[in-house]
């Protein structure tokens, strides 16, 4: 049950893109669909911004988008606002009906 | 309106217990998986432990298993876990979260446990 890969930090000035990836292995982010990713904002808790790799709850904005390729999945935050500045966390199910985070990756607006 | 709310944490001894309750609302309780998961202090999410609907399938986190148990009591709108045989590296702040669509949907605002001596 070891943690995903995401890279420590990213950036992008107002109205960019930023890209986060997530990597694990065939046992997980390959093996199924069920690729989630949070936000969470400092003393807060986590937030829902993308569920099945690709879908978005309500509410969330049509500026984050997600996707996966073989082991790794990645987030996308177009347009970056400065409220998207956040930690970032995806997760996946894996098999033994368990479940794994990523190491987590601050965005920062410039 | 779906709400979370977490009680029962605080400052317990190494090889200590604790219990923390998770009191729902807003939603059908017994139709769904619950879970929990932790973040000790300055660092990332850690799935623990999950619950099926009707408490017949469980799940923990390998570091721990052995020593900690989630259960439910549908009647009462409530999950919880036992926690026993801390240890410091238990130290966290621990959410429990309702799931939906194999993600975490809903979170409580999280409940700090402390293991030290």
């Known amino acids: 049950q070891s943690a995903l890969t995401q890279p420590p930090s990213a950036s992008g000035s107002p109205g960019q893109s930023v890209t986060i990836s997530c990597t694990g292995t065939s046992s997980d982010v390959g093996a199924y669909n069920y690729v989630s990713w949070y936000q969470q904002h400092p003393g807060k808790a986590p937030k829902l911004m993308i569920y099945?790799?690709?879908k978005r709850p309500s509410g969330v904005p049509d500026r984050f988008s997600g996707s996966k390729s073989g082991n790794t999945a990645s987030l996308t935050v177009s347009g970056l606002q400065a409220e998207d500045e956040a930690d970032y966390y995806c997760?996946?199910?894996?098999?033994?009906?368990?479940?794994?985070f990523g190491t987590g990756t601050k965005v920062t607006v410039l | 309106e779906v709400q979370l709310v977490e009680s029962g944490g605080g400052l317990a001894q190494p090889g200590g217990s604790l219990r923390l309750s998770c009191v729902a609302s807003?939603?059908?309780?017994?139709?769904?998986?619950m879970t929990w998961v932790r973040q000790a202090p300055g660092k990332g999410l850690e799935w623990v432990a999950h619950?099926?609907?009707?408490?017949?399938?469980?799940y923990y986190v390998d570091s721990v298993k052995g020593r900690f148990t989630i259960s439910r009591d549908n009647a009462k709108n409530s999950l919880y876990l036992q926690m026993d045989s801390l240890r410091p590296e238990d130290t966290a702040l621990y959410y429990c979260?309702?799931?939906?669509?194999?993600?975490?949907?809903?979170w409580g605002q999280g409940l700090l446990v402390t293991v030290s001596s």
């Open positions: 807003g939603f059908t309780f017994s139709s769904y998986w």
């Open positions: 979260a309702r799931r939906q669509w194999l993600a975490l949907e809903n």
């Open positions: 099945e790799v690709t």
């Open positions: 997760s996946s199910y894996t098999r033994g009906y368990n479940y794994v």
């Open positions: 619950i099926r609907q009707d408490g017949s399938e469980k």
